[in-house]
Structure formats: structure tokens, C-alpha cells
């Protein structure tokens, strides 16, 4: 093997999963490498790898955000990990925490919080309590696979509708139609809303970036019923990634607004920590023709650097490209309809409803 020729090896994609490697997390002692010995029989596929299924056990459940970039300030995420497998995933460093990789750990070692309902309607009984809209499901998607079987999201759902607890919902999965019922009498008091991340209409690019989300089409026939229920649904353009997805921006807002959208958002390609190698990989794997396009042209956003970091920027970029991407996102939006936005959540409703060992209150 060459001198450089272990820079210049390109992972092989697993079959069903987005990230090529399990690169070292940041906290690891030791970090491991694979390499092309040359031995025959090196290339042959793999199997596919099983997503395991773990046990998080966490005292509190409503996370507190302070960030000036998103429009909520409490958020609950019932799992951790994403079986999704987006390549692009912001969400991906945060399995280093746990001493795995951000990597294939990120979408096949899941953990999951089953006494998350639970702790929920405990936090949201507390005295100091002050009611304002959670995000469900923000960090990763809380209609991943494995919600099928744990049912988890529509439990936390359950008490949600119970205290009059106002959420929003953001997902790639049509599984948020099963929970229909719950949504329509939520949103028939002002109390959800829900959003769905539309990357690509093309199929192929779909199965490659996120090959364990629901299909485009199905986000799209979700949200054509969510709305249909009397759910207020949005559209999400995002990632949005120079050189790739960036020229469908237009036929996704507008394909959103025939299936019901009232709203629209996007974020521009984030590469924080791991995400970079990672997504890099799947570049080289995927589009290697378009590689070097996509990285100048987030250099040229970020001052030389694929990423920053910095409030306001982060998630829409500076300069020309980042400003053409703006201007043409207003337009679409507004020739859509979907600069009406959806309507506000209601926080006047919520209640702490009696639960068995409570004293009845003096009249």
C-alpha cells in the first residue's frame, strides 16, 4: 500500500445505514482505524448490521434550550441515537458523550427513555412549572423505527393531551400518522403542530442520505392527512446542501403546500465535531463527483472554514450563496402560501389534572 493510500480509501456504504465508519468519538482513549491490507476477500460485503436497543434512565426529561437560532425553549427527546441513519445528522456528537461513535453506534445503538411519560407528567405537576410549548422530539426524531414497538412518543403524547401541554413535532417519518387520533384533539385546542423535514423529492438521493426515513412521498401523504385532521403541519427544507439538494428548494415548498403545508422553514448543512469526516465520507462514497463542489462552497459561507459555530450563522451561512439561498427561499414561500406560517400554540389551557393520592381541594 502506498504512503497515502489510507487517505486516499473511501469506506464502503453499509447496506440500510448512512455513516460509512464508526469513527473514534472525541472522548475515547484509543482510537481505531480501518485500512485496506490487500488481502483477498477484503472487499466483500458485510452484513447488515441490527440496531440495538438500550435502556436511559434520566431523572428529568425536559431539556432547557437558550439558543437565539430556534424558536423553543423546552424540549423532550425520547431517545437517543437515530435509526434514521442521516448522514448529515447535527445530532451525531452527542453519542461521543456516551463513549461511543457518532459514527454506525449513532444509528444502531439507541437508547431509549421508558420512563420518560412518567417523569413528564412529574415535571410538568411541579409547583414551579410555567407552561410553554416542548419541542418533542428535536434532537432526534421521535418517530424513528423502534417507536413502532415501544410506542414511547404517543405515551408521552398521551400526557401531553392530559395537562393541556402544548408541543411541536418535527420528524421524516409518516409513523406520525398513527398517532392522528391524539394530534387532531390536541390541535383542535391550539396544542400541536407539526413539521416534517422534506430533504429531497428524489427517491434515490432519499434512500442514500437518510435510508432508514420514511420515503418523500409518504412524509408528504402524512402531511397531506396530519393536515387534513386539523393538524397545522410545515414544511422544513432541510438540510439544504450546496451543490446537491440546493435546486430542489423550490419544487419541495411547493409540493408541501399542495399536500396542506401552512408554513415552511430550512437550514443550511451544519458539519459541527464528527459530522464533518462523516458526511465527508459519505461525499466520497456517494457523490464523488460533487465533493469538492459541496465543501467550497460551505467554505466560502463560513470564512474558509466547512463550519461555524456562532449564533445567526450556523444554520443559514454568510455571502453570496448563502444570501441567494435566502432570497430565493422568501420568494418560494411566498408564492406558496406559506409565508402565513402556522398559527401559535396555546399555553392559556394547560392543567395539572388529579392523579390517584391527591387531596381534593376546599371548595
Known sequence: MSQDSADDIVPAPRKGRGAATNRTGRYEALHKEAVDDGWPGSGESRPPLRTQLGIDAARRVISRNDSPDVAFELSVNPYRGCEHGCSYCFARPTHAYLGLSPGLDFETRLFHKPDAPTRLADELAHPDYVCSPIALGINTDAYQPVERRTELTRSLLEVCLAYRQPISIVTKSALVERDADLLSEMAGLGLAQVFFSVTTLDGTLARALEPRASAPKRRLEAMSRLSAAGVPSGVLFAPVIPALNDHEMEQVLHAAAEAGASGAGYVMLRLPREVKPLFTEWLQAHAPGRAEHVLSLLRQ????????????????????????????????????????????????????PPRSGDQLSLL
Open 301 to 352: 459561507m463560513h470564512g474558509g472554514r466547512e463550519y461555524e459555530a456562532e449564533f445567526g450563522v450556523r444554520m443559514r451561512g454568510r455571502g453570496v450563496f448563502a444570501d441567494l439561498v435566502a432570497q430565493r427561499f422568501r420568494a418560494a414561500r411566498r408564492r406558496e402560501g406559506l409565508d402565513r406560517g402556522l398559527p401559535p400554540l396555546e399555553t392559556g389551557h394547560f392543567s395539572v
